[in-house]
């Protein structure tokens, strides 16, 4: 199978109702090492996600799908998840070009831009404690799912389950980047909210992926 527009936003319709389940859990993983709002802060822009791709003009592709996401993440989410995870999307957007539909090559080309993307913007590093710490395992996952000749819904799995791995990795870390860096030794032994908010998009992303197998 390929992954289209469609599956874009069955994929956003989903990560938009996990992040609400889930919100008050983000909030108070937040709360523990942060401002204690990343999970309200992501439903808010989720749910204004919804709304944005509701009005996409029949025939938008994918490309235009995550850019649409990008702005209105960037425009909705406070904090320093709004630019991180618009940045994300906008720089996911880029392998894609006109492309009606996303392969198994767009999909890890998709992935790595936007982890590449965080990165850029944040400056974080493997072992820093943040997102990029689910997100660095999820594309090594998906790139080597993708050389196994895995299908698209595989390699979103494979991904997905390292970024669930990555994000209780962070637990043990001490925060270096971030408002969570102030607490130095006392950030260890907490989880990092967007790590764990990264792991429950790509979630989203895999069991959308594997419905539109069926």
Do not use: C
């Amino acid at each position: 199978m390929t992954l289209d527009t469609t599956w874009v936003t069955a994929w956003m319709t989903a990560a938009a109702a996990v992040i609400e389940e889930h919100k008050h859990e983000l909030n108070t993983l937040d709360r523990e090492i942060g401002d204690g709002d990343h999970g309200e802060n992501m439903d808010r822009g989720l749910r204004a996600v919804v709304t944005a791709l509701a009005a996409l003009p029949e025939g938008a592709t994918p490309n235009e799908a995550l850019r649409s996401i990008a702005m209105t993440l960037i425009s909705t989410v406070g904090g320093a998840s709004g630019p991180l995870y618009g940045t994300a999307f906008l720089k996911a957007a880029e392998p894609l070009g006109d492309a009606a539909s996303i392969d198994s090559t767009a999909l890890v080309a998709m992935l790595a831009a936007a982890r590449d993307g965080i990165v850029s913007r944040g400056k974080a590093e493997p072992g820093d404690k943040t997102m990029i710490d689910a997100w660095t395992p999820a594309v090594a996952a998906a790139a080597s799912a993708q050389e196994d000749g895995a299908s698209e819904p595989d390699i979103l799995r494979e991904a997905a389950d390292a970024a669930e791995a990555g994000a209780v990795a962070t637990e043990p870390l001490i925060a270096r980047k971030g408002r969570a860096s102030y607490l130095g030794e006392r950030s260890i032994g907490h989880r990092d909210p967007g790590a764990q908010s990264t792991a429950l998009l790509l979630r989203a992303a895999a069991e959308t992926a594997a419905a539109a197998d069926e």
